[in-house]
Nanobody, 115 residues
Framework: QVQLVESGGDLVQPGGSLRLSCAGS????????MGWYRQAPGKRRDLVAR???????IYTDSVKGRFTISRDNAKNTVFLQMNSLKPEDSAVYYC?????????WGQGTQVTVSS
């Protein structure tokens, strides 16, 4: 099982930007697609962005035009660039296989957007 560690979350003001990173303990290039999920208190864990091994990307409507997912297979890392952040983006962000995740999740990284 691949171990994934998320980082980069922080407290930012509305309109600000963050770049999240997801580092794998082993090669994730062999995984067909990876994604970023988020979960706010009392909410479902939702897939917001995903990327295939060939670089094709898909975003949920609420983040289109603001978030960009990318990957660097040589560095075994997946990124999420988040711009124009809104309070409703506040959540714990996780990376995992997408659209079907592995059963084990990492600790995630907290993103809080507040003035």
């Amino acid at each position: 099982q691949v171990q994934l560690v998320e980082s980069g979350g922080d407290l930012v003001q509305p309109g600000g930007s963050l770049r999240l990173s997801c580092a794998g303990s082993g090669s994730i290039a062999s995984i067909a697609a990876m994604g970023w999920y988020r979960q706010a208190p009392g909410k479902r864990r939702d897939l917001v962005a995903r990327i295939t091994s060939s670089g094709n990307t898909i975003y949920t409507d609420s983040v289109k035009g603001r978030f960009t997912i990318s990957r660097d297979n040589a560095k075994n890392t997946v990124f999420l660039q988040m711009n124009s952040l809104k309070p409703e983006d506040s959540a714990v962000y996780y990376c995992n296989r997408a659209p079907i995740p592995w059963p084990s999740w990492g600790q995630g990284t907290q993103v809080t957007v507040s003035s």
